[in-house]
């Protein structure tokens, strides 16, 4: 058990996009990352769309540059071609080269280690809606109705999920909807870099911030007694399995296959913007001054650890999800605005 036990839990459990930035927060990995001698592409027929297997080569990197020093930009992305074995050779060249690598931004809390002992007992049940409640009875009855067919598809019998809170409903049945349609998280791409940096040598450093978490037992009793406002989260979460599974597949493939264009067509933050919304304005984020503005408190974090590497390396390898990237708002543009040249892969 590590020293942020508790927190951790409680905030994986949470699967809180804003705070695990290397995928879906509980998703498992179907597939590991390309080895050499991997075989030919080839495509692999799914319930209604092609989707890609075999080698494939991603997105390529952006470059981040002042004077003689430059940062390579990777970009992640979820869910991908689960039986996708991508090749690695480019990213490693570039991290082999590098002398640091910059993790995706996240926040750790802390509890000490024997608090976060004392606290696993009072973690039982936190998925549970609060006074035994059902989905039947915190969902609208059109939004139920929904959830029953795709429940049905996707879940089969498993009755236990009735219990839980609409987020973590809709967690399990995107977990369960993606695997049935080939498609799984981009964890096992972040931890192939990591290892990468490991072979080479080469510096692996975190981004985004640490804190301590006050009174933390309060702030789980407190959660494990109020509804959370969530059914926009669940509804956007149904909408993107029921209506959504083709889209999602073209666009693993687009990243897969390294196709800029479509994945710069790719709407990255509805869902999660919605489902971050359902924890940061619940009563617990709203009553613990830590846990406010976590997204902008990440930003600037990150914009911190990679002005300090384009500073102190002559070059530096990152690794983003494709949604701070991208946009306007993307991290990315901050860099320009402060004068670093930006360019993106073709």
Not at 112 to 136: C, E, H, Y
């Amino acid at each position: 058990m590590s020293k942020r036990t508790a927190c951790a839990l409680y905030f994986a459990v949470l699967a809180l996009p804003a705070l695990a930035q290397t995928g879906a927060a509980g998703d498992t990995p179907d597939t590991p990352a390309a080895a050499p001698g991997a075989p030919v592409p080839e495509l692999v027929e799914a319930p209604t769309q092609i989707v890609v297997s075999g080698r494939r080569p991603g997105p390529g990197v952006w470059k981040v540059s002042k004077g003689e020093h430059v940062m390579w930009v990777f970009g992640t992305y979820s869910p991908l071609p689960a039986k996708m074995e991508w090749d690695a050779s480019r990213v490693e060249r570039l991290v082999a080269q590098s002398q640091e690598v910059l993790m995706p931004p996240g926040a750790n809390g802390h509890v000490g280690f024997f608090r976060g002992i004392t606290l696993l007992p009072s973690l039982v049940g936190l998925k549970k809606n609060p006074d035994g409640a059902q989905l039947r009875d915190v969902l609208p009855a059109d939004v139920y109705a929904r959830w029953t067919g795709l429940k049905e598809k996707y879940l089969g019998d498993d009755d236990g999920v009735e219990r839980y809170r609409p987020i973590f409903a809709g967690q399990e049945l995107r977990q369960a909807g993606m695997k049935k349609n080939g498609l799984a998280t981009s964890v096992q791409v972040v931890k192939a870099i990591e290892d990468i940096a490991r072979k080479n040598k080469v510096k692996v450093s975190k981004t985004g911030f640490e804190f301590d978490v006050e009174e933390p037992r309060k702030m789980i009793q407190e959660f494990k007694k109020q509804q959370m406002d969530d059914v926009a989260c669940f509804t956007k979460t149904l909408d993107s399995i029921d209506g959504d599974i083709d889209a999602m597949r073209a666009r693993a493939n687009a990243w897969a296959n390294g196709n800029i264009a479509e994945i710069r067509s790719v709407n990255f933050t509805e869902r999660e913007d919605a489902c971050n919304s359902a924890i940061l304005n619940s009563s617990v984020a709203r009553n613990n001054t830590q846990f406010q503005d976590m997204p902008g408190r990440l930003r600037a974090a990150w914009l911190q650890s990679a002005e300090k590497s384009l500073a102190g390396n002559a070059s530096t390898f990152a690794i983003l999800q494709m949604k701070d990237i991208l946009g306007e708002r993307g991290y990315l543009a901050d860099l320009a605005a402060k004068g670093y040249t930006v360019e993106s892969p073709r």
